[in-house]
Structure formats: C-alpha cells, structure tokens
C-alpha cells in the first residue's frame, strides 16, 4: 500500500526566511508527486509535481521541490517566505502499481511579518 | 476558465437524515472524483468517475453512500443515512484524463455537520 508522511504538524517562519515543508512517501513502482495547497474555506490548489526528469522541479508561487529517490522524499521549499503563503500544505503520491492519489495529513505553514 | 463548481457549500444534518451533493467539473474534464476530508486529515478518495463509468470505489461505503455521474458529466453524492462520523468536508476534483502525470483540479468543497 502506498502511503504519505509529513512529519511537522506546523512549521513557524519569519516573513523573508526560508522555508520547508517536509515529505516522504512509500509506494510501489514509479512515484508520482505531487504538491498541493489548501487557503481556509477553499479547495486543494496545484502547485508543482515530480513526473520523471530533473529532481529539482519549480512551480507556482515561487516554490519547487526536490525528489530524492534514495531517500524517499520529496520536501517543499520557497527561499523566502511571504505572509500569505501561510496555508496548509499537502503532499501526495500515485504509483504506477495504484492509479490512487494518496494524501499526507497536512502541514499548516505559519509565516510571521 | 471557470473552475470545479459544489453546491452547498455548507449543509447540517441530523443522523440518520439524508443529504446530497452537486459537482460540476471543468469543461471537458473525462475524469471526476470525489473526496472526504475529515478535519485533521488529508482528503481521501471515496470513487472516481472516466466519463460517466466508475472506475474505482473501493473506499466508498456503499452501505450508505452513492455516486452518479449522468451523462458524464455533472455528479452527485449522496448519503443516507448519515452518521455523526460522516462530518467532514466533501471535495470533487476533476482532470482531463486518468493518467498518473496529471493532476487533479479541486472545487471548493462542501462542509457537512452532522449532528
């Protein structure tokens, strides 16, 4: 069974610091991933996703996120952090063996002015 | 283009009632799914749609809960009855196809409480 791990319930930044949202992933075959964003009382926003190709991959917003294969993980980072960008996060992985998206639990990100 | 439309976006129930949803995803989008997300969690998937045939609702419990997607393209969710562990929020996503590379557009979701 694939599954999805984000460790940090909550992440804390200053507005202008770096920031990174953390994930692993277990699945059988290829891995599929995929980030996406959720502002209260909205749906999941897209930002970026790993198909196959160059591990460091860019997408909306300013942030990309870097497969690592060997370590199963695929973190989200923006170099500097705005205010709005305080949403909850999720991470999700498809596997070539199980056409379903599997989501993390989520990671409310924080950034202070 | 406009986007992933739900209606309502809020609804409370009392158990054992029954409640609906409406979904209508993006123009030409093949594929439709429909997700519970209870708070706390991430969503999960309860049934995907190709067209107007199922193609996977492993996780929906058919006990209670059924999907229809007419004509291919509107969709609704319905429960009956409802239990209080039924309280979430139910998303409907759409993509162009059911491939792996592509990803899924979410609408806004509806929050049911059931009381």
């Known amino acids: 069974a694939q599954s999805v791990a984000q460790p940090e319930d909550q992440v804390n930044v200053a507005e202008g610091n770096p920031l990174t949202v953390k994930c692993t992933y277990s699945v059988s075959g290829n891995p599929y991933l995929f980030w996406y964003v959720q502002y209260p009382n909205r749906g999941l926003q897209f930002l970026l996703k790993?198909?196959?190709?160059?591990?460091l991959v860019k997408g909306s917003y300013g942030f990309e996120a870097e497969f690592n294969k060997s370590q199963t993980s695929f973190h989200l980072k923006k170099p500097s952090a705005l205010v709005s960008d305080s949403a909850l996060y999720f991470c999700?992985?498809?596997?070539?063996?199980?056409?379903?998206?599997?989501f993390g639990a989520g990671t409310t990100v924080t950034v202070r002015a | 283009e406009a986007g992933v439309a739900q209606s309502p976006r809020y609804k409370i129930i009392e158990k054992r009632q029954s409640v609906a949803f409406w979904c209508n995803p993006i123009?030409?989008?093949?594929?439709l799914y429909w997700y519970q997300q209870i708070l706390g969690q991430g969503p999960k998937l309860l049934i995907q749609?190709?067209?107007?045939?199922?193609?996977?609702d492993s996780q929906l419990p058919k006990d209670r809960f059924s999907a229809e997607r007419l004509k291919g393209v509107d969709s609704t969710l319905k429960i009956q009855p409802a239990k209080l562990e039924d309280s979430a929020v139910y998303l409907c996503?759409?993509?162009?196809?059911?491939?792996?590379?592509?990803?899924?557009?979410f609408g806004p979701g509806t929050r049911l409480t059931v009381t």
């Open positions: 996503a759409s993509s162009t196809r059911d491939s792996l590379s592509y990803e899924q557009y």
């Open positions: 790993y198909i196959t190709g160059d591990n």
């Open positions: 123009s030409g989008h093949a594929t």
């Open positions: 999700a992985v498809r596997g070539d063996l199980d056409y379903k998206l599997s």
């Open positions: 749609f190709q067209n107007n045939g199922v193609v996977d």
